[in-house]
């Protein structure tokens, strides 16, 4: 079937300019990621969340992963419970701070309530946000469990090793990755995960342990820095490429802030097609609303991390883009 050439008049608001135009051939589907499940409609980071994002049609489930005391791999985003996010095993608030996730058992973190709070009303109104009270924490092996009983073979997953350099508060690097991998083989699926993180130091430990497993070099404004890089430096190799092609023997794929890859907003300086040439897949986060995600696409991006994988699936279906690993897409609900 011959490719759709789109014209896509844009109204940018966030982005800070009145209007622009672009003429955009798809050649490549582009990779609706679910931000921790569809994060602007359900609670993040849970089953229901997969299932909903599952159900929309989204081809990759990106999710966050901490360690807990007694080592099960739980989806979770931050090194503490937030209070914004869980209330306690009583019902009641956690104070705040609240308790490191490696310092309690998987029992304990499943008997929080993770459902019931939106940590963001102005960000995710409600509707069509919904909570879920009573909804726990889940692991790992149970997020794969739900998409084998569900019999969907296409989705893939991007799994974010929740991981800061030099904190005590996070696990250690190389043990924390080597559980992750042991669980994607006891799983079978390495083949259709990417592991991700900030720290790129996670990244060179998983090539060097399962060669075969795809990588995601997370970066923000904020994290560039030897300490983040592995030990590389940009004022040695000049910019993010340069950082990129330095890393290049354990990184695939390039997932900045999107802000990063906007000419004139960004902090990166160099365009879309400049990471694509040197090899990179350019998956940008996290973007929701539509504006935006036009821009990006017509920027060239690879795939889109979203809160809102409705938004971004019904302008896949609205302008005819071709899905990563989808044949055909979901009735819109």
């Given amino acids: ?66 360690m807990s005391r007694d080592g099960a791999l739980v989806v979770t985003h931050d090194p503490r419970l937030s209070g914004r996010i869980c209330l306690g095993p009583d019902g009641q608030p956690l104070a705040e701070p609240g308790p490191l996730v490696r310092e309690l058992t998987l029992q304990q973190l499943r008997g929080h309530d993770c459902g019931r709070l939106n940590p963001d009303p102005g960000r995710f109104p409600e509707p069509p946000r919904r909570n879920l009270p009573g909804t726990p924490m889940p692991t790992l092996g149970e997020v794969f469990d739900l998409v084998r009983q569900r019999g969907d073979e296409a989705v893939r997953f991007n799994v974010e090793v929740k991981l800061v350099p030099g904190s005590t508060e996070t696990p250690a690097v190389a043990p924390f990755v080597h559980a992750v991998i042991d669980e994607l083989e006891r799983h079978g699926m390495l083949a ?51 950082l990129l092609r330095a890393a290049r023997p354990f990184v695939d794929d390039f997932s900045p802030h999107w802000r990063g890859l906007v000419p004139g907003r960004g902090y990166l300086g160099r365009p879309v097609a400049d990471y694509q040439a040197a090899g990179f897949a350019v998956i940008p986060w996290t973007v929701n609303d539509v504006p935006t995600m036009r821009r990006l696409i017509g920027l060239g991006v690879d795939g889109i991390i979203t809160d809102r994988p409705d938004l971004l699936l019904d302008l896949a279906r609205e302008e005819g883009l071709p899905i990563r690993g989808r044949s055909e897409l979901s009735p819109a609900p």
């Fill in 192 to 242: 259709r995960t990417t592991l991700q993180s900030f720290d790129w130091s996670a990244l060179a430990v998983a090539r060097e342990r399962a060669p075969q497993l795809r990588t995601a070099a997370l970066l923000a404004e904020d994290t560039i820095s030897p300490d983040w890089q592995a030990g590389l430096s940009q004022a040695e190799h000049g910019d993010a490429l340069g």
């Fill in 1 to 66: 079937m011959r490719r759709r050439v789109l014209a896509l008049l844009l109204v940018l608001g966030p982005l800070g300019c009145a209007s622009a135009t672009f003429d955009l051939v798809r050649q490549a589907p582009v990779d609706v990621q679910g931000h921790r499940g569809a994060r602007g409609l359900l609670p993040e980071n849970t089953l229901p969340g997969f299932a909903l994002a599952l159900d929309l049609g989204v081809s990759t489930l990106e999710l966050d992963l901490g």
